[in-house]
């Protein structure tokens, strides 16, 4: 006898049941629990499937598989253990049938209830099981879905085909299945319209909510193909085109560059090449002037223009090609490409433009240099014109013999000269300004160049000479001239002296020579009369003895105006005749004077030797006894009376 596993007691038809009961109660429940598990595992791999890892996805469905398959053979066991009741029931019914007769009708009824509900319940187990299994069977194409859209995109053709063909293999699928999805959708939906009265609300609602999940995540997932698998075929399309457009890109780029390097290469070798030029020999240069020497250099700029000028062509449509390039999207030419090319193109740009302004202004500065080194010749040469001819006027106002009136007319014309070359001084200063510019402008061509050009250096050397060559020329001429000054001034002044020495000797002269009363007798006996003559020409002695003194130095001045051995001189035969004529009219006037003063010294001694006498006889006569008579003053008389008083 069986005993009720609720009570502990004989086995009853209440105990059956309730068991049963219990059972169905526990049985719908856990079915409830199993579908809402299956809904929510099934929609968290549909929301979060490109979270999850395909092997992670699997493994939930395969332990979801598992859970309801354990379910179901629970749901079996549990089935076949009420139908083992039931059939128990009815034996001990059959075996109670005549005492509880109204009590097996009744139970036959809740029977016959129970087994249409657990047709139902079938039924519902079925349709849910069929939804369940296309839920299931449906998270595989959209983890692969999910896993499709969430990868990177790529550039790889091939990369691209394999999802192509992962995405057709998961449509193929989902059209495989679209009769069994169909199929499962309208048992269901009959179902319910046939039984669904007879389910529980809850388990209606979720029925309708699981039906509602499939018929949505089919149509989700065929869509979701669909789509996937037109923007796939779209990218395909897009990316074979770009590779194409990038292997053009790359090839324009890398011959793009190469044109950029080449013109880069050849400004730098174009930079080095300017500043390195042929010597230059300025005596042997095939051009005649001397400012012919800046004429390489300047058509060695204006051939370099000319170059930099012939480039811009290539230049601009080197910068067409690679505005090209920098316009064309980042798929096709990456963003740090695009970047090394800007920089290159614009250090092109900057490096060609720079070249181009320098040598326009070398160019124009070379031209200034030219019209600077015409200028500066040309001013130097009428300087040098003036020069010489100042040099031959200096040479022939300092050499050769000349008098006292063509020493004053030279000085005169030194005078004019010495006036000149100070006037020409300012000359000199503009012509070594005018030197110096282009020594500057050289120098400032010199720089640029590095330093080196042989035709630079020889315009530097010319200049040079030349400004030296003025300048020593003028200093030269201007301390000749200051010599020849002073020369010509102290020689005229010598002169001048010596004429004033000879002309006041020559008026002393003139002056005692026609005084006639002193060097000639006058007959006068007075002794106080010839004591006074011989006392003025004692006096004219003494004169005469300094007058002799100034003779000299006449004489001696004479002597060194003719014997200087600096030119101008003085022509010697006018300077000795004067100092020798001035010389015999000394000598005779001074013969006069001394004759008579030999004279007038005898005259006085005679005239005190007969003063003595009369005043003897004069003082004897005042002693005698005079016995008057007539006497007559005769001089005889007087003879005879001092030769008596004797």
């Not at 009708?105 to 039924?123: C, F």
């Not at 920098?326 to 060609?352: G, I, M, N, W």
């Not at 500065?365 to 200096?394: C, I, M, Y």
């Not at 040479?395 to 020409?424: F, P, W, Y």
């Amino acid at each position: 006898m069986h005993m009720c596993c609720v009570c502990g007691g004989p086995l009853t038809p209440a105990c059956i049941v309730e068991t049963r009961q219990e059972l169905q109660s526990s049985l719908q429940t856990r079915s409830s629990e199993v579908s809402s598990l299956v809904s929510d595992i099934q929609l968290f791999i549909s929301e979060h499937a490109q979270d999850l890892a395909p092997e992670q996805s699997r493994q939930l469905l395969r332990q979801l598989q598992q859970l309801q398959t354990t379910f179901h053979r629970a749901s079996g066991r549990v089935q076949a253990w009420a139908d083992a009741l039931s059939a128990q029931r009815g034996r001990e019914e059959e075996r109670q049938r005549r005492e509880r007769l109204r009590e097996e009708e009744r139970k036959d009824r809740e029977w016959k209830s129970a087994r249409e509900r657990e047709v139902v319940q079938h039924q519902k187990s079925e349709c849910s099981q069929k939804l369940e299994d296309l839920n299931v069977w449906l998270a595989g194409p959209a983890g692969v879905l999910a896993s499709q859209r969430a990868g990177p995109e790529s550039g790889d053709v091939d990369a691209l085909q394999d999802r192509q063909k992962k995405l057709k293999d998961v449509q193929r699928d989902l059209q495989s299945k679209a009769e069994a999805v169909a199929q499962a959708i309208r048992s269901v939906e009959e179902f319910l319209a046939e039984k669904g009265e007879s389910l529980s609300p809850e388990e209606k609602k979720n029925l309708q909510m699981a039906l509602r999940r499939l018929k949505e995540q089919y149509t989700t997932l065929t869509d979701s193909a669909n789509t996937s698998l037109s923007e796939l075929d779209m990218a395909i399309s897009t990316t074979v085109q770009q590779n194409t457009q990038r292997a053009k890109a790359v090839k324009e780029l890398q011959e793009t560059q190469s044109q950029i390097d080449s013109l880069l290469n050849s400004l730098s070798s174009f930079n080095q090449a300017l500043g390195v030029g042929a010597p230059l020999d300025v005596q042997d240069s095939p051009f005649s002037q001397p400012e012919g020497a800046v004429v390489p250099h300047t058509e060695k700029l204006q051939l370099a223009l000319q170059r930099l000028q012939a480039q811009q062509a290539q230049l601009l449509q080197v910068t067409q090609s690679a505005r090209s390039l920098l316009d064309q999207p980042d798929s096709t030419v990456p963003p740090e490409e695009k970047q090394r090319l800007r920089f290159a193109l614009d250090q092109l740009q900057a490096q060609h433009q720079d070249q181009l302004q320098i040598c326009q202004e070398r160019l124009r500065k070379s031209e200034t240099l030219k019209d600077e080194l015409t200028k500066f010749l040309q001013e130097h040469r009428t300087l040098g014109s003036w020069l010489e001819q100042s040099e031959q006027e200096l040479r022939s106002l300092g050499e050769g013999e000349t008098d006292a009136q063509g020493l004053k007319n030279r000085q005169e014309e030194h005078r004019k000269l010495g006036e000149d070359v100070i006037c020409h001084k300012a000359d000199l200063r503009f012509v070594s300004i005018s030197g110096q510019k282009v020594l500057d402008s050289v120098q400032g061509a010199l720089e640029q160049v590095g330093g080196s050009d042989p035709s630079l250096e020889s315009i530097k050397q010319l200049v040079s000479d030349k400004l030296q060559d003025a300048n020593h020329r003028y200093t030269t001429l201007h301390t000749k001239s200051t010599e020849l000054g002073g020369r010509l001034s102290g020689l005229l002044e010598r002169y001048q002296q010596y004429q004033d020495e000879v002309v006041s000797l020559h008026s002393w002269l003139s002056t005692h020579e026609q005084n006639q009363s002193i060097t000639k007798s006058s007959g006068d006996t007075d002794p106080q009369n010839l004591q006074n003559a011989l006392r003025q020409v004692q006096l004219l002695q003494d004169k005469l003895a300094e007058r002799s003194v100034q003779l000299e130095k006449v004489k001696r001045a004479g002597r060194d105006l003719v014997s200087t051995d600096e030119s101008p001189s003085l022509k010697a035969i006018d300077i000795l005749c004067a100092a020798d004529g001035l010389e015999k009219r000394f000598g005779s006037l001074s013969a006069s004077i001394s004759e008579r003063a030999e004279q007038l010294q005898t005259a006085v001694a005679q005239s005190v030797s007969v003063q003595e006498g009369l005043k003897g006889l004069l003082s004897w006569l005042d002693k005698l006894v005079l016995n008057p008579r007539p006497v007559k003053p005769t001089a005889q008389a007087i003879q005879d009376a001092l030769t008596q008083n004797q």
